[in-house]
């Protein structure tokens, strides 16, 4: 088995032994573009323009040549593992993994699991994995941003995701833990502010909110969060019964969903929408909404005001192919009961 770590300072190993010297230092690199594009198809040309951009083809080939055959010795693999054919590179080694694959595949299987608690360490494990950034000694290479970027965002993505899980389980501290975690890699992110400024209110941690939402503000030139002032008294006033946390959905108080409401306006990505449904019977409410709070999803937001349900969908990608969607879904779900659904502007 060959084993490469692509975090931080780039190592490979092979059956637990490190391999230190390729013969030269473009085969090295030449090795990790190949890793980041295993099973592919990769264009000799693109080769040529990023390893030997001022040589002639002739030329360029036979470097390439010659460094294949470094790395397939240093390596001990075959011309059927490391090949030219034409115009293309293929690097399909038979017994090979990294630490990137590995928390792919933790993350993957943690999206499929329902338990919580299995959910959690699946999640820690692939952060446990992520010790610095992607191939981090090539900072200024543009062959690894793209992959860099997308593997950062995954990983602010889980971190955000332990979050909301020790959210759910009251545990402020370790979610706060993570969120901020996530902030110190990802500043950009106006997701993860957003919620450490929500979080941190939760957590009555109101002097920490109120920096962290100046500090949102001087970035993004934001200044429409005026609810700010009064959050610290609405929270302190809160009745114990204002949210409640259901097999599925969470339910507000109509305070509480407002906030959430001018949160999310206020990223840049406007990536939510509300509906309304009116009901004209009580037990069709009272049936509905025993319905939406087991079928929609944790991350969905529900607030009941008179003979109204509310429901803020979050999260939503491709926002306005998936609305018909989810409203033929509420349909099916509520198929037996009579209700009015309007589509409350952003």
């Not at 230092?25 to 001022?54: G, H, M, V």
């Not at 030329?59 to 293309?88: D, M, Q, V």
């Not at 993505?157 to 402020?172: R, T």
């Not at 069709?284 to 009941?304: A, C, G, H, Q, Y």
Request: glycine share 2%; proline share 0%; hydrophobic share 35%.
């Amino acid at each position: 088995m060959i084993y490469a770590n692509l975090f931080g300072v780039f190592t490979i190993k092979k059956n637990e032994k490190l391999i230190k010297n390729f013969g030269s230092r473009k085969a090295q690199e030449l090795l990790k573009y190949l890793i980041l594009n295993k099973n592919k198809k990769i264009s000799t040309f693109d080769i040529y323009n990023i390893f030997w951009e001022n040589f002639d083809e002739d030329s360029a080939k036979a470097n390439l040549n010659s460094t294949l055959y470094l790395i397939r010795k240093k390596l001990g693999i075959t011309k059927e593992e490391l090949y030219t054919h034409y115009n293309y590179c293929t690097f399909s080694p038979k017994s090979f993994n990294t630490d990137m694959n590995d928390m792919l595949m933790f993350y993957e299987k943690a999206q499929g699991e329902e338990d919580v608690e299995m959910k959690i360490e699946l999640l820690k494990k692939a952060v446990n994995l992520y010790k610095d950034e992607l191939l981090s000694e090539n900072i200024y290479d543009m062959w690894v941003e793209y992959k860099r970027q997308y593997i950062k965002k995954i990983y602010v993505d889980i971190l955000s995701e332990l979050a909301d899980l020790f959210e759910e389980k009251n545990d402020l501290t370790r979610a706060l833990k993570y969120l901020q975690k996530g902030f110190e890699y990802d500043k950009n992110r106006d997701d993860i502010w957003l919620k450490q400024i929500a979080l941190n209110i939760k957590a009555e941690n109101y002097i920490a909110s109120q920096k962290l939402y100046n500090d949102y503000k001087e970035l993004f030139g934001n200044s429409e969060l005026s609810f700010i002032g009064n959050i610290k008294d609405m929270y302190t006033n809160k009745k114990e019964n204002n949210v409640q946390v259901l097999q599925g959905a969470t339910i507000l108080c109509e305070e509480d969903f407002e906030l959430l409401i001018a949160l999310e306006k206020n990223k840049r990505e406007k990536d939510f929408f509300v509906l309304e449904l009116s009901f004209n019977k009580r037990s069709s409410f009272d049936n509905s909404l025993n319905i939406l709070t087991k079928k929609i999803r944790k991350v969905d937001v529900i607030m009941t005001k008179k003979d109204k349900i509310y429901i803020m969908f979050r999260e939503i990608k491709n926002k306005e192919l998936a609305k018909d969607s989810i409203k033929e879904k509420i349909k099916s779900f509520l198929k037996n009961e009579n209700y009015q659904l309007i589509e409350v502007e952003d």
